[in-house]
């Protein structure tokens, strides 16, 4: 499986960004799909989930301030984060849980700051 995130950058405190994470490769038999993120000094925490069945999960820093999707026609998967926070300054990193192996993107940079 290959993930390729995009759409991190810089954006002031309370705006907001949408992550867009492009899949290939065997991804039919991937059983979750997740944004993790980590800050310096910190390790990877999970964001948000979503299973092959569209149950998603969030962290509770994160409820009511973003939404995990995926478009399986174009097999890519979004992060949209609202009301975003210094706090939230991070590289976010997508991932697919297949066949108990977690594969990794390069993450993309998101920094929240005024």
């Known amino acids: 499986v290959h993930l390729v995130e995009s759409g991190g950058g810089l954006v002031q405190p309370g705006g907001s960004l949408r992550l867009s994470c492009e899949a290939s490769g065997s991804i039919f038999s991937v059983a979750a799909w997740e944004w993790y993120r980590q800050s310096p000094g910190k390790e990877r925490e999970l964001v948000a989930r979503?299973?092959?069945?569209?149950?998603?999960i969030y962290t509770d820093s994160m409820k009511g301030r973003c939404t995990i999707s995926r478009d399986n026609a174009k097999n890519t998967i979004y992060l949209q984060m609202n009301s975003l926070k210094p706090e939230d300054t991070a590289v976010y990193y997508c991932?697919?849980?297949?066949?108990?192996?977690?594969?990794w993107g390069q993450g993309t940079q998101v920094t929240v700051s005024s």
């Open positions: 991932s697919a849980f297949r066949l108990g192996n977690n594969y």
């Open positions: 979503i299973t092959r069945d569209g149950i998603t």
